[in-house]
Every structure is written in structure tokens, then in C-alpha cells.
């Protein structure tokens, strides 16, 4: 919250989707200044919540943080939209770094093929994008994986930038390398692809499972 409020940039809008907390969070949120809605009330899931908010949003362009993001400093927002023009691009694509100053360089590119190259906290999506086609919920993890990967099939509109945008937690769903998340990822490509590929995409899930498992550091005593 305090980076969104830190922002020189001030044409904004956030909606905040809550759920159905019952800790106090409600009290807090009635203390932001005006351009912060909320909405409380439960939800199926982190992308559930996202469409939520993608239908309440006013703006042209849509950025999806979660509780320990941030934008990476005050003056983010303004050097990207006070003097650019963005009317042909759906994507302003830029980076991400972690608190452990471990920088991640988004790419818009084939490769989204092998794994999702598009980090969620470095994308400006333009709303239009969302209005056939929002976050499927069947995906519990890897759903903007699933929404990023549709965009660069139908070869979206974008620009790279060289911005980082936002500090992002180092932890996150997606960073839980269990089975559920390889499915989801070969599921989701499978979709977006042929059924022809399946059995590539099957082999490169497995694969791509047993190396994180043997190569999985032993939890430390």
C-alpha cells in the first residue's frame, strides 16, 4: 500500500479485493485516501479475486500486485505513463527484482513454449485484453501463466521496457514445486497448443519435475 500512496504519479485508480477477512483488515482499509476501493467477500481462489477486480477497474490498463509486492520506487508509475504513448501496445512489458537484489527480466517470446518468462508483477495489461477472456479459475496456480501464454499465441501488441516496476515477494503460490503445479503447466499448454503436442509437453513436465525434486536442497536443521 505504501508504494501505491508513495507514487508521484497520481492518475490512478486500486481496487482492493478482500476475502471476507475478519482480522481487522476491513477497519484499515476504510483509512486509505479515495482512489482505494474494496470490495469484501469470499472468493474462489487468487484469480477468482483478479477477475473480480478486473470487472470493477475504470482504467485503460490493468496491474495485478499481491500483499508483499511493491512498486519498486516513488517515481515507477510516472516515468512509464507521464510522457509515453502506449495506444498501439497491449503490453508494456518491463522487470522485477526480489528483495535479495535477484533480478528477473521478463521476455514476451517463444520460450513462454518452455516456461513463463513473464513475470505477473512486470505487465501492464491493457483491459480490452480481458474482455472475451479473463483468468480460468480451473487453473489454481498458474492461471496468468495460462492467460500470458494465450496473448503471445494470438500475437499481442507489446513493448519491452527498461523499467524495473515492482519489488515482488520471494515466496508466492507458484513457487510451490509440487506435482499439481507440473500438471497445471503441461494442462495449460496442452490448451494452448495442439493435442498432437501432448506427449512433448508431457515428457518436458515430467522432466522438468524430477530434475526440481533430485536437485531439491534438503531442508536445513
Partial sequence: MLSIQAQSYTNF?????????????????????PQ??????????IYDAMNKGIDLANGEWLYFMGADDKLFFNLTLASIFSSNDFDDKNLIIGNITYPKNQNFYSSFSSKLWIKNTLHHQSVFYK???????????????????????????????????????????????SK?????????????????????????????????YLFRKLNKKPASK
Fill in 176 to 208: 510451490n514445486y509440487n506435482w499439481n503445479l507440473y500438471k497445471e503447466d503441461i494442462r495449460l499448454k496442452i490448451k494452448n497448443s495442439n493435442i498432437l503436442f501432448a506427449i512433448f509437453f508431457w515428457t518436458l513436465g515430467i522432466s522438468k
Fill in 127 to 173: 483491459k480490452i485484453l480481458f474482455r472475451n477472456i479473463k483468468y480460468d479459475t480451473s487453473f489454481k496456480v498458474l492461471a496468468d501463466y495460462h492467460f500470458n501464454l494465450y496473448l503471445f499465441r494470438n500475437k499481442v501488441n507489446h513493448i519491452k521496457i527498461n523499467e524495473t516496476i515492482a519489488i515482488c515477494g520471494a515466496e508466492g503460490i
Fill in 13 to 33: 485508480e486500486v481496487w482492493i479485493i478482500d476475502g471476507a477477512s475478519a482480522d481487522g483488515t476491513i477497519d484499515f482499509l476504510k483509512t486509505l485516501p
Fill in 36 to 45: 482505494f476501493h474494496f470490495i469484501s467477500e469470499k472468493d474462489n481462489g
